[in-house]
């Protein structure tokens, strides 16, 4: 069985750009949530998504916004970034019958120069 | 409220020691405690989780001990190995139906390292 799948695994943007990253929940998972893990911020929730609707949402900007597709994938958009948005960002599924057990993926590496 | 505080930071024990981290929380409605590791270069995987109706759960080398009234559990890693030099993470969670569900408030990790 497939992990959770992020693309793309690193990517260098410039400040001022946005930027949109992928992730693919394992097959059947229909709940997707998304963390940003930074030295110093640690790891804080962003977004979860169940069934194409947000349910829950983080202490973040209006700049970090994301959507779920019928098909379970997600995506996250930042815009106009920041060089403090620089971090690992996590994308995590978990089926609709477990109540807990959160699989992650091995998160997109984003640096902004 | 929303708070869990992990400690310590940094941890360094001796091949075969039992290697112990603690973390408190604050928020009552927290009913889901998991232990997450990483490894460099790798998302965090669960290790393993408690709910607070039971004060201990044993997996392998890994034990959770929860004490409900001080808001307090650990993990024990009994016979640390070398591979298990990583990030460990205490998290808690809501209900999924609560204002705090999906979402995991996670402690600040701790970085263990094994000598052999």
């Known amino acids: ?113 | 409220q929303q708070q869990v505080k992990q400690s310590p930071q940094s941890l360094i024990v001796q091949k075969g020691g039992i290697s112990i981290i603690n973390c408190a929380y604050e928020n009552t409605a927290f009913d889901y405690f998991p232990w997450y590791q990483q490894f460099p270069g790798k998302g965090p995987a669960l290790l393993i989780a408690i709910r607070p109706d039971v004060s201990e759960k044993k997996e392998g080398r890994f034990t959770i001990s929860f004490n409900k009234s001080a808001k307090q559990f650990s993990l024990h890693i009994m016979d640390s190995q070398p591979g298990d030099s990583a990030t460990y993470f205490c998290a808690a969670s809501g209900p999924p139906s609560g204002n705090q569900g999906g979402k995991l408030i996670f402690g600040q990790g701790t970085e263990l390292s094994v000598k052999p």
């Not at chain 1, 992928?22 to 962003?46: E, K, N």
């Not at chain 1, 106009?80 to 477990?98: I, K, Q, V, W």
């Open chain 1, 1 to 113: 069985k497939a992990g959770v799948t992020q693309t793309p695994r690193y990517l260098i943007k410039t400040r001022g750009q946005q930027v949109t990253l992928s992730c693919s929940p394992i097959s059947g998972h229909r709940s997707v949530s998304w963390y940003q893990q930074t030295p110093g911020q640690g790891l804080q929730f962003l977004f979860e998504y169940f069934s194409e609707t947000q349910r829950n949402k983080g202490n973040f900007p209006g700049r970090f916004s994301g959507r779920q597709f019928s098909n379970s994938r997600s995506e996250m958009n930042v815009s106009t970034l920041e060089l403090g948005d620089s971090a690992l960002y996590l994308c995590a599924s978990r089926a609709a019958t477990a109540l807990y057990g959160y699989t992650f993926g091995s998160g997109t590496r984003l640096t902004v120069v």
